[in-house]
């Protein structure tokens, strides 16, 4: 054992319950290529109606999500990303893959605007029916300019495409 290492922590089970509901009607095959301009609404829980009051003074939100379709089995250490061969084998906590220890999902979204306890935001690439386990905003802290990524992120999106402004390449 490493002599540094911290002494492992017994947690108890965490349990999530969603607070919401991801409702968009768009065929799951179209999601990938439809993020940038999708609409959907996440649907509040009536007891958690009340905790999104003040939201639209925000422009963003970050969205935090259940992957629930997620298979558990699917787990691996090392991943391609996006499945592509031609990048490197590289740890899952390193990429946007689905099959992780813990399927939750990240999404920053524009508010579009609320119906009651529906809130109606653009680049939530959740499946319809995912649950929603908190929403946050998004201000100037969150915001960052001198972002590093490595070299396959590149070739996943390509210069033109409207990513990687400011961003430079890992050493």
């Not at 990938?32 to 939201?55: K, N, Q, T």
């Not at 691996?76 to 990303?81: L, T």
């Not at 300019?145 to 033109?160: E, F, M, N, S």
Request: glycine share 8%; hydrophobic share 40%.
């Amino acid at each position: 054992m490493d002599p540094i290492a911290p002494k492992p922590i017994v947690l108890n089970p965490i349990a999530l319950k969603p607070i919401g509901w991801v409702r968009h009607g768009v065929p799951e095959a179209n999601i990938p290529r439809l993020r940038a301009e999708m609409v959907a609404e996440i649907v509040m829980e009536d007891a958690y109606a009340e905790a999104i009051s003040g939201v639209e003074g925000y422009s963003h939100l970050i969205v935090l999500f259940w992957m629930h379709r997620c298979d558990p089995a699917r787990y691996r250490p090392m991943v391609r990303p996006r499945g592509r061969e031609d990048l490197p084998l590289t740890g899952v906590l390193s990429t946007r893959a689905r099959d992780r220890p813990n399927p939750i999902g990240l999404a920053v979204v524009e508010w579009l605007g609320r119906t009651g306890h529906r809130l109606q935001v653009r680049r939530l690439d959740a499946y319809d029916g995912t649950p929603v386990i908190d929403i946050k905003p998004y201000d100037p802290y969150d915001v960052c300019t001198d972002l590093r990524v490595p070299d396959w992120w590149d070739r996943l999106h390509p210069a033109g495409c409207g990513f990687g402004i400011g961003a430079t390449p890992a050493p």
